[in-house]
């Protein structure tokens, strides 16, 4: 997750990547990924992983 947050760009090929033919579901920097409609694994650990490290700084 570190190395997502800290990319200059993303690409995210969506659910169903691999064998299955996955599709480009979102292509842009990552507060555009995070405010965006977009559905994805990706974004829901990303979201789960700023909220964790949002809460250690609080703590400290």
């Not at 659910?15 to 507060?31: H, I, N, Y």
Request: hydrophobic share 45%; charged share 30%; no cysteine.
């Amino acid at each position: 997750m570190d190395i997502i947050k800290n990319a200059d760009w993303l690409i995210d090929i969506g659910l169903e990547a691999s064998f299955r033919g996955g599709q480009v579901v979102f292509s842009g920097r990552l507060d555009e990924f995070i405010n965006s409609d977009v559905i994805s694994h990706t974004k829901r650990y990303m979201l789960e992983f700023l909220k964790e490290e949002k809460s250690i700084f609080v703590m400290y």
